[in-house]
């Protein structure tokens, strides 16, 4: 049932350069993605919501130009991190839920489905 | 705004029983959920409470009162295996998560 796919599943760059990493929901739709940052030993703080076929909806503190988010179909979306720094370095880990059927059951309201984490590491 | 504190750590035996406790200040609720994540792994869904009480899934059950604002895991026959960190979360308004502080259990022989 229910698999999120991440890609890459680490990533080591120079600093200045760009980013993208892939969020894909494998067996469903999903019309919404969410975009988490995790910090060694910290929690998961939620970076923005994707939304398939609208703009991304960025939580304060978040820059958007610089996390660009694009949600082009119903089972990929992206997140480039621009002119990345090394205090960008984390883990970047994708969630997406679906509102109908996952798998050929009715999926559950709350619950959503995380790919495996990138760990970005920018020199 | 949103905060969810928990305990930093726990430490417990195998065999043992164990709860993790989460006090939650958010705006918008629409229930509390728990997850597991093993060092440099995804998290992965455990439980979820919309209404008051204890839900029990296996090993694992979880309970929430909202008018304390308070939800606990409780975990049973620990296995070595769950030494994790664990998280609350609060779904919010469109079905955003906030997550709690995280508590790091480690179960001992």
């Known amino acids: 049932g229910a698999v999120v796919s991440q890609h890459p599943s680490w990533v080591i760059c120079k600093s200045g350069t760009s980013v993208k990493i892939e969020c894909r929901s494998l067996?469903?739709?999903?019309?919404?993605m969410f975009w988490y940052r995790q910090f060694p030993k910290q929690s998961l703080m939620l970076m923005a919501t994707s939304n398939e076929g609208s703009k991304a909806t960025y939580e304060q503190g978040v820059e958007k130009d610089k996390f660009l988010i694009n949600h082009a179909s119903l089972t990929l979306s992206t997140l480039t991190v621009t002119s990345a720094h090394p205090e960008d370095s984390s883990f970047y880990i994708c969630?997406?839920?679906?509102?109908?059927?996952?798998?050929?059951?009715?999926?559950?309201?709350?619950?959503?489905?995380f790919g495996p984490g990138t760990r970005l590491t920018v020199l | 705004g949103q905060s969810l504190e928990q305990p930093s750590e726990v430490t417990a035996v195998e065999g043992a029983i164990v709860q993790i406790n989460c006090t939650y200040q958010?705006?918008?609720?629409?229930?509390l959920s728990w997850y597991q994540q093993h060092d440099g792994g995804a998290p992965t869904f455990l439980s979820y409470n919309a209404l008051d009480g204890l839900e029990e899934t296996g090993r694992f059950s979880s309970f929430l009162s909202r008018s304390d604002s308070y939800g606990y895991l409780l975990l049973q026959e620990l296995q070595m295996k769950d030494s994790a960190s664990y998280f609350c979360?609060?779904?919010?308004?469109?079905?955003?998560?906030?997550f709690g502080t995280g508590t790091q259990l480690k179960v001992e022989l």
């Open positions: 979360a609060v779904t919010g308004g469109g079905n955003k998560l906030t």
């Open positions: 969630s997406a839920r679906d509102q109908g059927f996952v798998a050929g059951k009715q999926s559950s309201y709350n619950e959503q489905f």
């Open positions: 958010t705006s918008g609720f629409y229930g």
């Open positions: 067996d469903f739709q999903a019309t919404t």
